[in-house]
């Protein structure tokens, strides 16, 4: 009886075993699959097979994770995933959504694959764990002294930059990422075939050519009448900013500002000049009564990027370069050479315009932010051909001769490079300011104001209203000397400057 | 301590040292009293332990460097100096002729002379340990080879002589760890018995919450060389090295950082900033200050005064003082309630007769490079590099307060530039100018 009760459960359990042993089989089966097609679509041919874009993999070949003594390869997923155990399959599948929602609604060839390599987005796919998983050891007996101070501000920072900061260019090859002091920059100079003995003599107050002495540059310098003008933007404008108001109106005497953001043959001419050995003497300059000015050490890296010299603006140096630059300037032509005001800067911008730009357009539609321009492309009618912004710009800066000039005959006021002001930056400045003739901004504060966008800025960015400051700290980060250099950011790429000229008021009477 | 006598000191410390040689062959290594402390605190042994033959370099054979390599040899058995650099064969020789008198001859073509003879010591194969003894300006270049070399390390407080020099020890004793290559440093405090057991009162509480501090070290005037015909500035220098600024960092750190780094490591912590004062009235060579008094600033309110004096006939002594919520120590030995009445001592170990005595049986000197031998055989990593580097830099930090008369953070020191002497070392004339700093600005007349 009992038997039987056994025997008749038994029976009853044997189809419920079997489901059982055969979800277990399948369960193994389907892991196994699993597993396979996981390692299946992390090998670097997987990766590569959609991966075309031009010198994906010719810039991995080339870079030190593949061409290196040691014979180890580091493959695709060691950098651009997180390490297993770490987030790896969290990140295999957000970039694998990504990756295929790119590949069936994407052309590859419309994608800015330039833009990928700076650094802000190079942090979003290059997993700063995955650099520490393999590189466990920050102190080598070989590393560098230049290499062993980094890493020791890196261990000893509370807020360490990533590995990439300095390490760009190790996964993908890249000849300008240099990471170390570059002593031959700019040093050489092609032969000039006209030398300038003289600056150019102004008699009126007119556009003019300035020749910087000694050399064979000159720049055009654009006379902007004094007047009154309506600074900042209305609470109406599309995309604005709250530090861009009150609206208030303000007064300006006349000034000349450059046709062009200062270029690296200008600024290169200061720099052969100048140039100085020790950051000790460097700090000698900020005293006024030195007659003698001294200036930038030698950079670190390329400031330049590698994208070329010449008429492109200069950028990298510090607010503090840009200011003994116009000091120098003035010393070498006799005439009162300055950054902008920051007002200034605007009245010139605007032309006398008084809408988002200085040429006509909607900041709504031109911007590429938001859900819909993601689908929808942006208007780029009219911008383009006036601007060098995020949209047009291959991540890079463009000599002048790409763009239309403003209404003064100025060009590049918005985008291409980002201009230092003389003012300090303070949110309330414009409810701030008494004066509203020739103002000059806060007495003081930490950070300098920077106008008109660059060539990383969206479309809301390059607004004539628009305002910006400059990042010390963080346009410094991975300058491993201690202390930082006063004269080069090693991590601000997109910043240069145009210089103002003041005239004397025996000029302006003559005219 | 009445007057500090280098030579003197090693004199004793020598033959102290070598009966203990004998001594610890006899109890051969097994007379470890106690293990390290959970809270990282060093042994305190009797002897090193048996093992491996060590074969140490001597680098820097001046007073100092041949002390230390007598203290080395007395730690346990089977170590031996093998080899000798130094700048000067006059150094070399004394120090070769010492040993020789021990019976312990150290071959010649081992001894390198010149500002590279370090390079050449360290490149010898046999050598597993090398002290370094140097006026302290060279030390980082001395440590970053040595660990490059794969050396084991014994290396005199201080550790640099600016901040240029201190990263590059924070830097390659991180090299040094990640390679398993031992470090100990002159901070002989650190490794004293009466203080480790004080320490682990305070520790525990003895003197409630820390409140402030005290430490001083004001003596008589130090020792100095005229210079001598023949001599050129930089070898005037050198062998006037406490006297100069750039080889010694001035007497602040030659001397005053070990109760800077007792005073550190009760608080556990460095200073956040520094105020001093200093000046220079009896010197007689040289440009450095001859006394500093600096206020160092440890956050929420505590501070540690530091003074510290080489001038003869005036109120002198040595130690430090640490005073908390509840009591107060001298961190060697006592701890006292806030009425002043004892509430704990150290009892000193009786002498061969069963006599109290208020001395440790094992000079500091020696026990120190007991704990490098000790982690050496028995592979309990020891690494003392980094925090005698930030005790030297607090010193620096006060130097440099007190030579500028300015308030000094610890960030500013940490980061700065200043690198001291000239570009280029080499033998020869020297154009530099030595003349002792002045704080702050001159009145506008």
Request: aromatic share 10%.
């Amino acid at each position: 009886m009992r038997n039987r009760l056994i025997s008749s459960r038994l029976n009853k359990r044997r189809p419920l075993r079997w489901i059982f042993t055969g979800g277990i089989i399948t369960c193994a089966l389907f892991l196994i699959a699993a597993k396979k097609v996981i390692s299946w679509t992390s090998t670097d041919k997987y990766c590569m097979s959609c991966h075309i874009h031009p010198h994906a993999e010719q810039t991995w070949r080339l870079g030190t994770h593949y061409n290196n003594s040691s014979g180890v390869v580091t493959h695709c997923v060691e950098c651009h995933l997180a390490p297993k155990g770490k987030g790896y399959l969290y990140t295999k599948a957000k970039h694998g959504l990504k990756d295929l929602y790119g590949y069936l609604f994407k052309d590859s060839a419309d994608i800015n694959w330039e833009s990928k390599k700076l650094i802000e987005n190079a942090k979003k796919f290059v997993y700063e764990e995955s650099c520490l998983e393999c590189h466990q050891n920050l102190f080598p007996v070989t590393l560098s002294k230049e290499g062993s101070d980094a890493h020791l501000f890196y261990t000893l920072s509370s807020d360490p930059p990533r590995c990439i900061n300095c390490h760009l260019g190790v996964g993908h090859f890249d000849r300008s990422l240099i990471h170390a002091r570059d002593t031959s920059f700019g040093v050489t100079k092609s032969a000039e075939a006209v030398v300038f003995t003289e600056p150019a003599k102004v008699e009126k107050f007119e556009n003019f050519t300035e020749k910087i002495p000694g050399t064979g540059v000159s720049f055009r310098m654009i006379a902007v009448e004094g007047g009154t003008f309506r600074m900042g933007s209305p609470d109406n404008e599309p995309l604005r900013e709250p530090d861009e108001g009150p609206v208030r109106e303000v007064s300006l005497s006349p000034f000349w500002i450059g046709e062009v953001e200062v270029t690296w043959d200008e600024y290169l001419a200061f720099f052969r000049e100048t140039s100085s050995q020790g950051r000790t003497e460097g700090q000698v300059v900020t005293s006024r009564k030195v007659d003698a000015v001294s200036g930038p050490t030698p950079p670190w890296g390329a400031p330049d990027q590698g994208w070329g010299k010449g008429s492109r603006p200069a950028i990298t140096m510090t607010w503090h370069a840009a200011n003994v630059y116009c000091r120098w300037l003035s010393m070498k032509t006799g005439k009162k050479y300055r950054l902008p005001t920051e007002a200034e800067w605007e009245y010139a911008c605007r032309g006398g315009t008084q809408t988002p730009y200085f040429f006509e357009g909607d900041p709504k539609k031109f911007t590429s932010e938001g859900f819909f321009k993601k689908i929808f492309r942006p208007d780029t009618s009219n911008i383009a051909s006036y601007v060098v912004y995020k949209v047009n710009s291959s991540s890079r800066t463009a000599p002048p001769g790409q763009v239309k000039p403003n209404p003064l005959g100025i060009k590049n006021m918005s985008g291409n490079v980002a201009e230092f002001c003389s003012d300090y930056y303070s949110e309330s400045a414009y409810a701030a300011d008494s004066v509203r003739v020739d103002p000059r901004g806060p007495s003081e504060g930490q950070e300098r104001v920077i106008r008109g966008g660059s060539f990383k800025s969206d479309a809301r960015d390059v607004r004539s209203a628009a305002r910006d400051h400059t990042k010390t700290k963080a346009w410094l980060t991975t300058d491993p000397q201690m202390p930082k250099s006063i004269w080069w950011y090693s991590d601000c790429i997109d910043v240069g400057f145009r210089v103002v000229c003041e005239p004397d008021s025996q000029i302006l009477t003559k005219k | 301590m009445k007057k500090i006598d280098r030579r003197k000191f090693i004199g004793n410390a020598a033959v102290a040292g070598l009966g203990l040689a004998g001594a610890a062959a006899l109890i051969e290594g097994c007379g470890r009293k106690k293990t390290a402390e959970p809270a990282g605190l060093p042994p305190v042994l009797r002897g090193a332990p048996k093992g491996r033959k060590l074969k140490a370099g001597l680098v820097g054979a001046g007073g100092r460097g041949t002390g230390a390599a007598i203290n080395f040899i007395s730690a346990g058995p089977d170590l031996e100096i093998i080899g000798v650099a130094d700048v000067f064969q006059d150094k070399i020789d004394a120090c070769r002729e010492r040993f020789a008198s021990f019976g312990l001859p150290i071959p010649a073509e081992n001894c390198f002379t010149g500002f590279d003879g370090y390079k050449k010591l360290m490149a010898i194969e046999e050598i597993d340990v090398v002290i370094l003894a140097t006026p302290p300006r060279f030390r980082p270049d001395h440590f970053l080879e040595a660990v490059t070399q794969k050396k084991h390390v014994f290396m005199e407080k201080p550790v640099a002589v600016d901040p240029t020099g201190i990263r590059s020890i924070l830097a390659t004793a991180k090299k040094a760890e990640a390679i398993g290559i031992n470090v100990v440093t002159g901070t002989q405090r650190r490794h004293q018995e009466d203080y480790i057991e004080t320490y682990k009162q305070v520790a525990s509480g003895a003197i409630g919450r820390i409140t402030s501090a005290k430490a001083y070290w004001n003596q008589d005037h130090v020792w100095f060389r005229l210079r001598e015909p023949g001599w050129n500035d930089m070898e005037y220098m050198i062998r006037n090295w406490n006297n100069f600024i750039w080889l010694s960092g001035d007497h602040i750190l030659d001397t005053h950082v070990h109760n800077i780094d007792v005073v550190n490591w009760f608080m556990g912590k460095h200073p956040e900033r520094a105020i001093g004062y200093g000046g220079r009235h009896r010197r007689v060579t040289g440009d450095q200050y001859d006394f500093f008094s600096v206020d160092f600033d440890y956050g929420s309110g505590i501070s540690s005064h530091s003074m510290c004096r080489q001038i003869d006939g005036c109120a002198n002594g040595t130690g430090e003082i640490v005073v908390g919520t509840e009591g107060y120590t001298n961190c060697q030995n006592t701890i006292w309630d806030l009425d002043g009445k004892i509430i704990w001592k150290f009892e000193y170990p009786p002498d061969e007769n069963g006599n109290p005595t208020n001395s440790l049986r094992i000079p500091s000197y020696v026990q120190e490079h007991m704990h490098l031998v000790w982690a050496i055989r028995t592979g309990n990593y020891v690494n003392e590099a980094e925090q005698t580097a930030y005790s030297t830099l607090t010193a620096i930090m006060g130097r440099e307060a007190a030579y500028t008369g300015r308030l000094v953070t610890w960030d500013d020191i940490l980061k700065s530039d200043l690198k001291l002497g000239p570009e280029k070392i080499e033998m020869g004339p020297v154009d530099m100018k030595f003349e002792p700093p002045v704080p702050g600005l001159p009145v506008q007349v």
